[in-house]
């Protein structure tokens, strides 16, 4: 146990005192690289600490770990200090986005039924699973996206927590967005970006934003991680609601209800410049005006690969002006490209494909600029 520890006052103002704990809330800002000033004095870690990536004074390390700073910010305690460099997700995506030069997002959704022979009736075989494709995968991506439900309902959210961290300890760097869409108020919504946050240590999370502001507070209170707000997605349903035009305002003539979605996330939504928007690949006219209402917002695509997307039209409609600012995001294409023993050879084949597909697609559409 750590001894006492100094008062800790975030850039946000959001504060932290006591010993705290695995579970406790964090800050808006957290602590990521201790610098120490005073080497002599700092507690040691016990093994059970070091095992949960807790540090010392009962913070739990961020997954974080690379990109450029966002604060800094001066840490006391009884004895020592030192001080605290904060990175952001979006700071994390864009380094990923240029070192890996690669806008592939793998989505991982395992379905126990399509799981290979050899892994079924293993206690861990989701995990096992997913970790073969992700080490497999890593290097073509700029991100992973696990889809929560498809680990809650097999009771497997041990597993979940167990990927998400083998990520950021085999691959850091690349940022992980729990697929939950989530969408509540109040202390329900609080819950729900605990456990996507401190639980599951997912760096960003997508986030349904249809019962309004109050439904995002909560979220926005974690200001070093990402958000991404369903706006126009790809399933055909979306058009039932979200293509739907608003009745004229103020002299301004109706436009659909995603467009409005797109300028709230953009301004009221966005108090941190971590939030981003998922915009369909089945609707690329519908992408471009999204593109056009926020022109450096990150924007997850899903819907390419086994629902249809094209690609040349996803990358065209969607890069920003320096040709990144995408997540194209492909699942079932990837997982599912052979269902033997060398599953993870055939996956990684299969997105080794589809990033090089995007990169010609930008380059294409870069060069005609």
């Known amino acids: 146990m750590c001894g006492p520890v100094a008062e800790i006052t975030q850039p946000t103002g959001a504060r932290l005192t006591g010993t705290g704990g695995r579970r406790g809330r964090r800050p808006a800002h957290r602590p990521i690289d201790g610098r120490l000033t005073d080497q002599s004095a ?105 889809q929560i439900a498809y680990f809650a309902a097999i009771g497997a959210e041990q597993q979940l927590e167990n990927l998400i961290a083998h990520i950021h300890d085999h691959h850091p760097g690349i940022p992980v967005i729990l697929d939950a869409k989530r969408g509540d108020i109040g202390a329900t919504a609080q819950r729900y970006a605990q456990e996507a946050f401190e639980r599951y240590g997912a760096d960003a999370v997508t986030v349904n934003p249809y019962m309004g ?43 659909p209800l995603y467009a409005h979605v797109a300028d709230l996330a953009q301004s009221r939504w966005n108090p941190h410049g971590q939030t981003g928007l998922v915009v369909g690949a089945t609707y690329p006219d519908e992408l471009a005006v999204v593109r056009a209402l926020c022109p450096s917002m990150p924007l997850l695509v899903p819907g390419i ?65």
């Open 42 to 146: 700092a507690p040691q870690q016990t093994a059970s600490e070091q095992r949960s990536g807790i540090s010392p004074c009962g913070t739990r390390k961020s997954p974080i770990i690379r990109g450029e700073p966002y604060s800094e910010t001066r840490v006391a305690r009884s004895g020592f200090s030192y001080t605290a460099t904060t990175v952001t997700f979006l700071s994390t995506l864009n380094q990923r986005w240029h070192s890996a030069d690669s806008m592939l997002c793998v989505g991982l959704d395992p379905d126990p039924e399509r799981l290979p022979q050899n892994l079924r009736g293993a206690t861990d075989a989701v995990f096992l699973f997913c970790r073969e494709i992700v080490d497999a995968c890593a290097d073509l991506v700029c991100a992973f996206k696990p």
């Open 213 to 255: 502001t109050d439904s995002l507070t909560p979220w926005l209170e974690w200001s070093d991680r990402g958000l991404f707000l369903l706006c126009r997605t790809s399933n055909p349903g979306g058009d039932d609601l979200q293509a739907r035009s608003l009745a004229p305002d103020a002299g301004e003539p109706g436009r």
């Open 305 to 369: 690969g086994a629902q249809g997307g094209d690609i040349p039209a996803t990358v065209e409609a969607g890069r920003r002006a320096d040709g990144a600012g995408l997540l194209i995001n492909s699942s079932r294409a990837i997982l599912y490209a052979d269902s033997g023993p060398a599953y993870a050879e055939a996956a990684r084949h299969a997105a080794l494909q589809t990033r090089d597909a995007i990169r010609a697609a930008r380059d294409a559409a870069l060069g005609s600029a």
